[in-house]
């Protein structure tokens, strides 16, 4: 069965390009959370989508970040003017329950961003 | 804030040879405490949730267990396919965000 799907899966960019990132949830899920993983650490939340709200952006690192779901399903991760910081893995996960019910995720392998 | 300490960072077992890994945390209240399987370039796969202090689950080699303070991973007689980053995350009641551990990287030599 289709699991998460993420692209593109390795991107390079030189510093102060634009990146967009794309996940294809599994179908009929309601919720979508993007997560940060930089090298040798854990996921860090960014932000979360039940259907096409944005309930949260707390973890968006800048206003140079910023994420859609316009109808619902798949979701764009974007970020603009790319720093070196910005250098890791971005995973999107999606569950098919809502707010609190929502700690058993399904996550895509990921996007890997290298700004160069 | 919620905090997810992991330890040891790496552990390296030989096949057979059974281990625990700890996942310490702290919040001011917990929902849930949620372990998760990484294989290298790959997203995190789900494992458990345990909900209360004194829970257990088990899966195959693995069982999960929770106190009021830390979770255990127990791997029983552990096989090479076990080898990866075993990740805890916590849920504090008043969010819907995980928050995670760094990781335990285990590997296992036949």
């Known amino acids: 069965g289709a699991g998460v799907s993420q692209s593109p899966r390795y991107k390079v960019a030189k510093r102060g390009q634009d990146v967009a990132l794309r996940c294809d949830p599994i179908?009929?899920?309601?919720?979508l959370f993007w997560y940060q993983q930089a090298l040798g650490q854990g996921p860090e939340f960014l932000t979360y989508?039940?259907?096409?709200?944005?309930?949260?952006k707390s973890g968006l690192p800048s206003d140079r970040f910023f994420a859609e779901r316009p109808e619902g399903s798949v979701s764009t991760l974007k970020i603009q003017r790319t720093q070196q910081e910005d250098s890791a893995v971005y995973l999107c996960?999606?569950?098919?329950?809502?707010?609190?019910?929502?700690?058993?995720?399904?996550f895509g392998e990921g996007s890997r961003l290298t700004v160069l | 804030e919620d905090q997810v300490t992991q330890s040891p960072e790496a552990l390296r077992l030989q096949e057979g040879e059974s281990s625990s890994l700890n996942c310490s945390y702290t919040?001011?209240?917990?929902?849930?405490l949620f372990w998760y399987r990484q294989d290298p370039g790959k997203g995190p796969e789900f494992l458990f949730t345990?909900?209360?202090a004194g829970e257990e689950k088990e899966k195959e080699r693995l069982k999960a267990t929770l106190t009021k303070k830390e979770s255990f991973l127990h791997i029983t007689a552990p096989k090479p396919e076990d080898s990866a980053t075993y990740l805890c995350?916590?849920?504090?009641?008043?969010?819907?965000?995980?928050?995670f551990g760094a990781g335990t990287t285990v590997t296992v030599r036949a």
């Open positions: 995350a916590v849920m504090d009641t008043n969010d819907y965000k995980l928050s």
């Open positions: 345990l909900y209360s």
């Open positions: 179908s009929g899920h309601v919720s």
């Open positions: 919040v001011s209240g917990l929902r849930g």
């Open positions: 989508f039940q259907n096409e709200a944005q309930l949260d």
């Open positions: 996960a999606s569950s098919p329950r809502t707010s609190r019910n929502t700690g058993e995720l399904f």
